[in-house]
């Protein structure tokens, strides 16, 4: 067990410089956007078209391709990156300029020729990386490239994260039955340690050859001296992946005043948590994710928050971010780990928040997680497709019944579908 005494120093550690990246990963994209005006002002162009020669708008011809339009990268280990290369392809007869290239989030690109001319005919190679995070998802990015020739070329950029130690079940509640053992299992078959995790709540769980599988018995007498934490680390040497984390649902009949979360190697002590404790946020998160105080929230998240703190509704932050379509709070918040699974008291999730933003990168992010589209909230039964209908959003409309929701399922309080 010497390798569980250092856990501690090892977990925070990790927990800071997660925080620190998702902050960094940012403060990175806002640079690379600018305002985002730009980005905003027209439409980028699909790659399959072609070069039209009639009419005498420069702006209306394309002179560069990308090959191919849909870079697939496949699986991608949680936690990681992968790359892949795109060719941009000059099939005009004229030189055109690469000014600049944007991406969303997760998404970078490198080698990319800003200020150089494509010649006709020639083409440059760009490589093009996809970062997956501790979640289990389909990953669908874009990539735009902007000319001085041309109007912008995007494509897409698609992998499936892959998590290839599980912890089962994932969600563990003191007291239930089916809480008293946790599996960690190879996905892939592939042996591998338990190193070390944090808190140590689970016993015997080192060994002497390494196995696909463990069974662990968990003791919550060692949860509740170890404050209570939310999260519950194993640090595996498995090759594809050095972590799988498990979350401690509390009940109501079990909190308390000790936090919950002091020894969370993930979070600090929270201002607030899910569920709606009604402890005052210092400062108030909430308030300054509503109002989309970008930059001081990134330096608070970086200062070790607790990604899951709640406003007085029982929504999180990811799904206030969500509402109001503050784009750049959501992607740190989901590269520092927040839930957008979660949703408030009354069932309302982080993508029904989306769907009310009338932003469609907002709606897309949440979709990207592959949350379920149909769920339902608790209040009336409506859909996230609902919530986009009684906003008169048709763009984020069309979205969701691109991604498939469902239209005829009618709501328990008003009787519309």
């Known amino acids: 067990m010497a390798v569980a005494d250092t856990a501690s120093e090892q977990n925070e550690l990790s927990r800071e410089e997660r925080l620190r990246q998702a902050a960094e990963r940012a403060r990175e994209r806002q640079q690379e956007s600018g305002d985002g005006d730009e980005r905003r002002a027209g439409g980028a162009r699909s790659t399959d078209e072609r070069p039209s020669r009639t009419g005498n708008d420069q702006s209306d011809q394309v002179f560069i391709v990308a090959e191919p339009s849909l870079l697939d990268l496949g699986e991608i280990p949680t936690n990681s990156s992968k790359s892949g290369t795109v060719t941009l392809r000059n099939v005009s007869d004229r030189p055109v300029t690469v000014s600049t290239s944007r991406t969303s989030c997760g998404c ?3 080698n990319v020729p800003t200020g150089e ?6 083409s440059v190679e760009v ?7 501790a979640r289990t998802e389909v990953l669908n990015k874009t990539v735009t490239f902007m000319f001085e020739e041309q109007d912008p070329l995007q494509m897409t ?7 290839f130690v599980t912890i089962e079940p994932s969600v563990l509640t003191p007291g239930d039955s089916q809480s008293k053992t946790v599996k960690i299992r190879s996905a892939d078959g ?14 015997d769980f080192a060994s002497d050859e390494p196995q696909s599988e463990y069974e662990l018995e968990i003791s919550w007498d060692q949860w509740e001296e170890h404050n209570r934490s939310r999260r519950v680390l194993f640090y595996v040497d498995h090759p594809k992946t050095s972590m799988v984390t498990g979350t401690v649902r509390i009940p109501a009949d079990r ?5 919950d979360t002091a020894d969370d190697p993930l979070s600090r002590e929270r201002p607030s948590s899910r569920g709606g404790d009604s402890r005052r946020a210092a400062p108030n998160l909430p ?8 930059e001081a929230f990134l330096a608070e998240l970086e200062s070790g928050i607790d990604v899951e703190t709640t406003d007085q509704a029982g929504m999180t932050l990811l799904g206030i971010a969500a509402r109001h379509g503050h784009v750049e709070i959501m992607r740190a918040l989901l590269d520092a780990g927040a839930d957008p699974h979660a949703s408030d008291r009354v069932g309302r999730t982080v993508l029904m928040s989306a769907a009310q933003s009338k932003n469609r990168e907002a709606l897309q992010m949440i979709l990207d997680t592959g949350v ?3 769920a339902r909230d608790r209040a009336m039964g409506n859909t996230a497709l609902s919530w986009a209908a009684g906003f008169s959003d048709p763009d984020s409309i069309r979205l969701l019944l691109d991604h498939g929701a469902r239209i005829d399922i009618v709501g328990d309080t008003t009787g519309f579908t």
């Open 190 to 203: 592939e042996p591998f340690r338990i190193t070390s995790m944090h808190p140590p709540i689970a016993r």
């Open 127 to 133: 490589e093009v990386s996809l970062r997956a995070s």
């Open 117 to 122: 001319a494509i010649q006709p005919g020639e």
């Open 372 to 374: 379920d589209i149909d």
């Open 287 to 294: 308030t300054m994710v509503q109002q989309g105080r970008t």
């Open 157 to 163: 950029v698609r992998g499936q994260a892959i998590a």
């Open 108 to 110: 970078t690109v490198a």
């Open 255 to 259: 909190s308390d005043s000790r936090g």
